[in-house]
């Protein structure tokens, strides 16, 4: 009973606790909705902040070396307003704006002296709309969505729906997602010559004051996904979901500032294929142990036709200190394959078709680990009632490129 | 972990998971509703999730990354 209070989240819970007659706990703001069902109102907002901090030695940037210290502060804020229709069924706005401020050490080598900017920001709004049949729990809904920064821009839009099973204790969904992209065409300097003397100082991907944009030019990117999904409780303690994602992407797949070194010794920038495709297949299997741990487990299997073949798998060990409060250590395995167009710096042959000596595509493992702390007491945390539930969490990643990287966040959901 | 030992694992979980399901009236989910065993991410694992995508060439089946960005550096 009492866990039940600070049961939001779930998705089958959600279904369950928006129908009065199942509902073990009715807040104010539900009775109130009862009174006036077609009113809109806030029902709930989440705030996430983030601190990334990176380093390691193989940037993209200067063709597989070099520094790749990174800092990013991300934050983002998402307003979810609720109202009922005349047929009584759940209608749910969620509204959401990021905004990222980054430094990257290797930005600046987009000018071969290290003279551009090593910052720059990201702004991401967002906007969903889902319906929820109140008799049967099935949803559909509409996204879209935005991306700037000074060298990229995305648009996006999905379609998405779910449908229970009969007996509520199994649901499948999909999603269909479009991504129209484009990449800003900013070249090393030593391949743009005309920019440097423009914008000496600041030429670069990401900063302020970068000159000529109208000379850079783009390109497109687009991106279809059809992700699947199918969840089951299998029993009072354990349930499980099965996830599969379809991917394609074709357009300008490189990134223009990807330096590149050949044998010979001359440099020139990134050249990978115009299409991909990629396959990733999933599970997650949680398991309620005993009255205070839950077992959070995550595998997923991935491939595309770059040659790339992944496996991940996360363990997560929930302890529940109170009902309230919960320690949670975590622990995620990475390991990939080398894309077939990958090879490290100065071993690529000019003769070669395809090349790239970004890392993100070589051979390696990594490891991540950290723990989470939430907090969701029913008087609300510290005592503000509006303030219903608090996590934070700290993770240290590992890779065996020797990348290194610490990150910590912050989650605050308000009522 | 070698891959080999993630995949029977990751087998051998599923074939136990999906022979023994039984049906549950909602009384009897207190359990499946705690806000601990929600099957998707922790809202405050968002910008790992991010961070991961640009880091790692493997993404997806994991409700991950819903925006653009190149990801650079």
Known sequence: MICRLNAHAQVKQDSASNKPSSSLYNSPSQDSAKYNPRKLKLDEVDFVSSYYSQNGDHSAVTGGIGTEKVTDFANSIALNFVWTNKHQNKNTLAVGLGFDAHTAASQAYVSKTGASSPNGTRLYPSLDWTVENAKTGNTFGVGTYYSTEYNYQSLGADLHFSEKTDDKNGEFSAKLQGYFDHVTLIYPSEFNPMAIDISSSNYGGGGHNHGNDDNNGSSPRETYSAAFGYTQIINSRLQIAFLADVVGQNGYLSLPFHRVYFTTGKDTIEKLPSSRFKLPLGFRLNYFWGDNIILRSYYRYYLDNWGIRSNTANLEVAYKVSPFFSISPFYRFYNQSAARYFAPYGEHSPTDQYYTSNYEYAKFSSQFFGVGFRIAPPNGVFGWQGLHELEIRYGHYTQTTDLVSDVVSLSLGFK | ?73
């Open chain 2, 1 to 73: 972990m070698t891959t080999k030992a993630m995949k029977v694992l990751a087998c051998l979980l599923i074939v136990i998971g999906c022979t023994s399901c039984v049906h549950l009236k909602e009384y009897q989910k207190s359990r499946i509703n705690d806000s601990e065993m929600v099957l998707s991410n922790r809202k405050v694992e968002k910008n790992e999730l991010n961070f991961q995508s640009y880091r790692e060439a493997a993404s997806g089946a994991n409700v991950g990354k819903t925006g653009g960005g190149c990801g650079c550096n």
